[in-house]
């Protein structure tokens, strides 16, 4: 048996404080805000279920936000749980300017000027944050704002680069409310100056996850990867879906991803309503069949912002999509900002936990099968059979070893049904692994032969109680050890 188990054993702690993690599998996202920004705050939000704080930088300061990493890094440490972080880029967020009097009433019928000058805004002029707005819009655009419910179709372009829109749908238009464009294609690049900025402040402070705005095609990921490569930052990225062009393409954009969001606030918008609940189905399959984390976002507990208890449609929300498969559900102002953040994580936790345990069109290793035109079909195979003979055998444990991560989100893409163990010797991983679906990540950094560390992981993993004496686990790695090939063994043991 290889000779460093008991210093992994003291270095990541005893897990049983933690054990409240191995009870759902389906993991939560919150957004941290106000309402629990504080390191005893985040403690108990961890202690009721968050596997991963979402920053989410359209607000507050780098100060602010270097106090949150801070006490999110201190729990890592200190406490038994990995918890990820992930920067959440504004990108290009549109919006009005300041309105006189700070609201303003419009009627259908109204005839507005929008203009890229900063003025107050008045029924004459109205400011917008987008100096293309002329260039790109046409007759008949449709424009929304403040999520929709106010909107206008543009009448007129000028020669002095305003735009004349006619109100189709009135009421109270009020300083800095957003702008949605569904009928025009956008010419700002997906990462602003401002975005640009904090992105420097991510790659600086190391965080494990990045989630880039309003992805509309693999270019505006290729800048992004570049940029961190240029870095040698070791931050994965996030695609939000949540422009109709991202549909376009999404196939591409979910294949240069590291993982996905469904940004479901922009995209309800610009999308009509209708066609969400199969959208949502439809990118989180096709993020199985890739091996790409998914996260479910946008007002799935809503109403907790302000009341102790979900209505039931939340309920229902946040049950469909853990039965869909969704690697992770968020939470944004109800954490950020609402009057009860622990109890609203609690109140997710125990959602997914009934639909767990339930099984119902859960387990997915008779759905989703290795595709051979993948180049990376044989280890598929591979992690797809240990799947397979972990639920044949009633494992108590599936335990995968990884470089690059690709095996741990291939393993928890089929939805093992066994209890999904992953160990790797990149340091980073072991938190970014935390977002995918039933996966606990392991630093671990031995090469001696596959044997020994296969002895050795389980070694661990029984002296946390995770396993026990009589118990079968399977595990997968590659040999030989020293070439650091793609997964190619499984082999399944009995313990002592």
């Known amino acids: ?18 054990i409240e993690h191995k009870t759902h599998r389906t993991k939560i996202v919150a957004t941290v805000g106000p309402a629990c920004d504080t390191y005893d705050k985040l403690l108990a939000l961890v202690k009721a279920g968050v596997n991963v704080f979402r920053l989410n930088f359209s607000h507050g300061s780098h100060e602010d936000k270097g106090k949150i990493i801070e006490h999110i890094r201190t729990i890592n440490k200190t406490e038994p749980f990995n918890i990820a972080i992930l920067g959440d880029l504004q990108g290009p967020k549109l919006r009005v300017g300041e309105i006189e009097n700070g609201t303003m009433e419009i009627v259908p019928g109204d005839i507005l000027t929008f203009t890229n000058e900063k003025v107050v805004g008045t029924k004459e002029r109205i400011y917008v944050s987008y100096p293309n707005l002329h260039e790109d819009v046409t007759i008949g655009n449709t424009i929304l704002i403040n999520d929709g419910k106010l909107e206008v179709k543009v009448k007129e372009v000028l020669k002095n680069k305003d735009v004349r829109v006619e109100v189709t749908m009135g009421g109270t238009l009020s300083s800095k409310k957003g702008i949605n464009l569904p009928d025009t294609k956008i010419s700002l690049p997906a990462l602003t100056e401002k975005d640009i900025i904090d992105l420097e402040y991510i790659i600086d402070q190391k965080l494990d996850w990045v989630a880039l705005s309003f992805v509309r095609s693999v270019k505006d990921l290729e800048d992004l990867r570049s940029r961190l490569e240029k870095r040698g930052s070791k931050t994965k990225i996030i695609s939000k879906i949540e422009k109709p062009e991202a549909l376009e393409n999404l196939r591409d954009i979910i294949v240069e991803s590291d993982a996905v969001m469904i940004a479901r606030g922009d995209l ?16 989180i399959r096709m993020c199985l069949h890739r091996a790409k984390p998914v996260i479910v976002a946008t007002q799935m507990m809503e109403s907790m912002i302000e009341l102790n208890k979900p209505n039931r449609s939340e309920i229902t929300d946040v049950a469909n999509a853990v039965i869909e498969g969704a690697d992770a559900v968020m939470l944004s102002a109800e954490t950020a900002a609402g009057n009860h ?8 936790r125990k959602i997914i936990i009934e639909v767990e345990k339930s099984g119902y069109n859960y387990n997915r290793e008779d759905e989703l099968v290795p595709q051979p035109h993948s180049p990376s079909f ?5 992690c797809y059979n240990a799947c397979k003979l972990a639920r044949d055998v009633n494992a108590d444990a599936l335990i995968g070893m990884t470089q690059s991560g690709y095996t741990g989100f291939v393993l928890s893409s089929y939805r093992p049904k066994a209890p999904l163990y992953i160990f790797t010797k990149e340091r980073s991983l072991v938190n970014q692994l935390t977002l995918s679906w039933g996966v606990r990540a392991f630093y671990y950094d031995e090469e001696e032969s596959l044997d020994d560390i296969i002895f050795d992981q389980i070694d661990i993993l029984k002296q946390r109680r995770f396993i026990n004496s009589g118990d079968t686990v399977i595990n997968t790695g590659s040999t030989p050890i020293d070439l650091h090939l793609p997964t190619n063994t499984i082999k399944i043991t009995t313990i002592e």
């Open 341 to 348: 953040p622990t109890l609203v994580v609690e109140t997710m």
């Open 268 to 283: 309800g918008v610009e999308l009509p309503v209708e066609k969400i609940p199969l959208l949502q189905k439809q990118i």
């Open 1 to 18: 048996m290889a000779k460093h188990s008991k210093k992994y054993y003291h270095e990541q702690m005893d897990q049983e404080a933690g």
């Open 378 to 382: 044989l280890s598929d195979a591979i």
